[in-house]
């Protein structure tokens, strides 16, 4: 079965970082592209990240570029975002998200249950 | 950036009856479209991938169709369990990837 299971959020003051981490099993991880996907609350979903099996592709979110960064780890079957310079509106459910092949723009397929990112003074 | 418009924002039916979701596209995603399930305080399911293939346990009485800019996802009889909010999302053009908006389908 596969499993995708979130931390790292929290409370935060704006313009903090944190950084998200997802662990995943249940599925040859490195065969995979990941993603990140978040959801403001009581709205719809925003994509935020994706980055390929081997790292050597990446896309974000315009709201997102500049200030997160995705990456992974391969031989710990771990996702991860650091996010800078948090904002407001920053403000959601993070959910990880495994790809449905090995480059992030085969789509999505398996979901964790998220971690919450909360940005306020 | 392609747009993705859903409608209706809440279709209200009975158990038993036809749901008709719709989903259009600023500009061309071919085939490239998926549908997502999520139910109150529960992650988003996949269901449908590629426009019109029904992802791993999903039952029959899920359906999508189209190609282009319109697509639809049907549920040929609802069951109580599937009262939720159904989201599209394209892998045409990227990045980003994006989702529309949601359909919330509500008992009546």
Request: aromatic share 12%.
């Amino acid at each position: 079965e596969v499993l995708l299971v979130e931390s790292g959020g929290g409370l935060v003051p704006p313009g903090r970082s944190l950084r998200l981490s997802c662990a995943a099993s249940g599925f040859t991880f490195d065969d995979y592209a990941m993603h990140w996907v978040r959801q403001a609350p009581g709205k719809g979903l925003e994509w935020v990240s994706g980055i390929a099996w081997n790292s050597a592709g990446i896309g974000y979110a315009d709201s997102v570029k500049g200030r997160f960064t995705i990456s992974r780890d391969n031989a710990n079957n771990s996702l991860y975002l650091q996010m800078n310079s948090l904002r407001g509106d920053d403000t959601a459910l993070y959910y990880c998200v495994k790809g449905r092949g090995a480059y992030y723009y085969f789509g999505m397929d398996v979901w964790g249950q998220g971690t919450t990112v909360t940005v306020s003074s | 950036e392609i747009v993705l418009t859903q409608s209706p924002a809440t279709l209200s039916l009975s158990p038993g009856e036809r749901a008709t979701l719709s989903c259009r596209a600023s500009q061309s995603v071919s085939s490239h479209l998926a549908w997502y399930q999520q139910k109150p305080g529960q992650a988003p399911r996949l269901l449908i991938y590629d426009a019109s293939n029904r992802a791993t346990g999903i039952p029959a009485r899920f359906s999508g169709s189209g190609s282009g800019t319109d697509f639809t996802l049907t549920i040929s009889s609802l069951e109580p369990e599937d009262f939720a909010v159904y989201y599209c999302q394209q892998r045409y053009n990227w990045p980003p990837l994006t989702f529309g908006g949601g359909t919330k389908v509500e008992i009546k």
